[in-house]
């Protein structure tokens, strides 16, 4: 098989603001947030920090918990955002919180 060259490089400082977005929404603290899809908060601190890529195997967890897409996690697509989450993801998105 041939590596493929050119492959677009995932935003880490991105998929950490969409993290903490939706554990915002959520009103969860980061140690029962990252405890809800088996990251130890430290790890949760360095994937928010955009210094560890956050994991499919996390970002499926997270998927499957909180009802969020994939495809919002890596590449902040919000049209699949549930509706109870959507106004405060996108609040906290725009303001940086």
Sequence with gaps: ???QENMPRID??????????L????????KAFSDSFGLDPSSYTKT???EKQLRSEAAY???E???VSMDY???GRLADLPEHL???ILKALNTGD
């Design 23 to 30: 554990r915002n929404a959520l009103g969860l603290s980061r």
């Design 86 to 88: 959507r106004e405060s």
């Design 73 to 75: 996690l890596f590449r």
């Design 65 to 67: 918990q909180w009802g």
């Design 48 to 50: 928010v920090d955009g």
């Design 1 to 3: 098989m041939k590596k």
């Design 61 to 63: 967890a997270i998927a």
């Design 12 to 21: 880490m400082v991105g998929v950490g603001r969409r993290l903490e977005a």
